[in-house]
C-alpha cells in the first residue's frame, strides 16, 4: 500500500533496535522497513552472517535509505548495547529467571517513559533460527513477548520488529484511534431536514398511489420514517438521498445504460453498501 | 523466533482476511503465516495473479497450512465478501468520501463486538502495487488506516496483514500486558528479611576495617542501607545476593578462572544486569 508524503516530516527517533547475528541480507532490509513505516531509524548489527553492507538489504528495505545508511556493525551484544541505559530482550520461548516480562504494550510504555526522561535505550531481537541465548537474554534488563496464538507462535524477525515498531509510534499517541486522514467532515442533521426528507418522500410516493388502501396511509408513513431515521443521517447525505428521490420522481427511465444526469446522484450509490441495512 | 507449541489449541476464529488481486505467492503464504500467529484462519483471495493453489504460497507460509489449505478463490469482490455482515477496507491513501475511518485499535475492537453478536466479518487488502480502487473501498462498511510514519507509509501487505491479526488477538485479551510466560514468582521480601542483608553485609565488612574512621560509620552504613533498599529485593534476590557475600566473605580468592564452588552463587551474576543501577 503507498501513501508516503515525502514532504512531511521523516521522524527518527526512539529505541535502538538491535539484530543478534542475523543471517539474510533480506530480513535485514524488511527490518529497515518495518522500522521506518513506524518511526525508528537506529539500526545496530550484531555480527550479521553474510557481512556487511548489503545489497540485498539495501534492496529489501524499499527505499528506507536513512535507515540502511546509518546501521553501525559491532562485534559483541556487549559492545552494541554499552553505550544504552535499559535493553529489552525479544523472545518467543518461555524463559526462566527472574526478569520482568512485558507485553509489547507495556513494553514500549516503559521505553517511551525513558525516551523522554532522556534514556537510551534498544531493543535485541536473536536469529532468524533460533533467537537469543541465554546468556544474551541475561544482558537485557527485561523481557517482551508478544501474544501470539500458543500452537503457531513462530514470528520472523522482520514481522517483531514491526510490532514493536508500531507499538513504539502507538506509545507516542495520544489517541490510539489517531488515523492520518479522516472522512469528509459532516454535520449531523437537524430534525427539520429530516422532516424535509420525510415530506419529499412521501410526497413523491404520494403522487404515483403508492399509499393504498387509503386507511394504511397512517401505518406505512410510520414505518417508511422508521426505515429513514434510523440510519442518523448527516446533511451530506440527506441532501445525496434527496437527489435520489428527485432524479427518481422527475426524470423518466430511458434506454438501458443511460448515464445518471447529474453527477450529484452518484453520490449515493458509492454510499449504499455502507446505509442499506444498519 | 520459535516457541510454537503444537499440543496447545489451535486459535482460528474471527474476521475473513480476503486479499484482492494479490500478485505474487510468497506475500499469500506470508500472509496465511501471519494469520496463524494470531489466530486467524479465513483467507479468501480475489483473482489471485499466478493462479492457485501455489506452491510458493504454501512454503512461505511456514507451516500454515490449515490455512493454506482453507483458502477460497473467488472471481470478484462481490462474490468474495456476499456472505458477510459487516467488512472494512484498509487503506494507506486518503480517501475522500463519507465513510468512516479507523485506526487499527478501533476497528478491531468493533470487529470484535460483531463476532460476539454472531456476525461474520472481514478485512479487505488491496493488491501490492497500488492497494484497493475506490470501488472497492465503497463496497466496506468503513475504512481503516495504519499510524505509519507519514514520510514513509508504504507497509507490504503481509505487514498490513500482521498488523490487522495482532490487533485482533489483542482486542480479545483482557489484559493488555498478559503474556504467555512470567517470570519466577517471588514474594517481595519482608523488612526483617532486609535487615538480616544488611546484618550481614556489614558483619562481613567491619570484620575487614571497611568502616573507617570510625566516626564516619554511621554515615557509612546509612549509604550502604540506601543502597541496598533502592532496589526493592524479593525474597529470592535476598537470597542471592546473601550468597555472593557469604562467598565473598568466606572463601579465599583462587587463581585466576577458578571455577565458582556452589551453583547458588551463579544467579547473582545472571541478575546484575537487572539490579545494578535500579
Chains 1, 2 share one sequence.
Do not use: C
Not at 524477525?157 to 510490532?163: E, F, G, N, R
Not at 441532501?239 to 432524479?247: A, D, E
Amino acid at each position: 500500500m503507498s501513501g508516503t508524503n515525502s514532504e512531511r516530516e521523516l521522524i527518527a527517533e526512539g529505541p535502538a533496535i538491535i539484530l543478534v547475528e542475523p543471517q539474510l541480507g533480506e530480513n535485514i532490509g524488511m527490518v529497515a522497513r518495518a522500522m521506518a513505516n513506524f518511526g525508528l531509524a537506529e539500526l545496530r548489527l550484531v555480527n550479521p552472517r553474510d557481512g556487511w553492507p548489503s545489497e540485498k538489504a539495501r534492496s529489501a528495505a524499499s527505499k528506507a535509505d536513512h535507515v540502511i545508511d546509518g546501521t553501525k556493525v559491532y562485534e559483541t551484544l556487549e559492545d552494541a548495547i554499552r553505550d544504552l541505559n535499559f535493553v529489552y530482550a525479544t523472545t518467543a520461548r518461555e524463559r526462566y529467571g527472574f526478569k520482568p516480562v512485558r507485553a509489547p504494550v507495556g513494553a514500549t510504555k516503559t521505553l517511551r517513559e525513558k525516551f523522554k526522561a532522556g534514556e537510551k535505550t534498544g531493543i535485541l531481537f536473536g536469529r532468524e533460527r533460533w533467537g537469543l541465548s541465554n546468556e544474551e537474554v541475561a544482558l537485557a534488563d527485561e523481557i517482551v513477548t508478544f501474544p501470539v496464538n500458543p500452537a503457531f507462535a513462530s514470528l520472523n524477525i522482520a514481522q517483531a520488529v514491526l510490532l514493536m515498531s508500531y507499538e513504539w509510534m502507538k506509545s507516542g499517541m495520544e489517541d490510539l484511534d489517531e488515523t492520518a486522514f479522516q472522512p469528509v467532515e459532516q454535520r449531523p442533521s437537524t430534525k427539520e431536514q429530516v422532516f424535509g426528507l420525510f415530506d419529499h418522500i412521501e410526497e413523491a410516493l404520494d403522487a404515483r398511489g403508492y399509499f393504498h388502501p387509503p386507511e394504511k396511509k397512517p401505518k406505512m408513513v410510520d414505518n417508511l420514517r422508521a426505515v429513514f431515521s434510523r440510519r442518523g443521517f448527516t446533511e451530506q447525505e440527506i441532501s445525496v438521498v434527496r437527489g435520489v428521490i428527485r432524479s427518481l420522481d422527475r426524470f423518466p427511465r430511458r434506454r438501458p445504460h443511460a448515464v445518471p444526469e447529474k453527477a450529484e446522484d452518484l453520490g449515493a450509490g458509492e454510499n449504499s453498501g455502507n446505509g442499506s441495512d444498519e
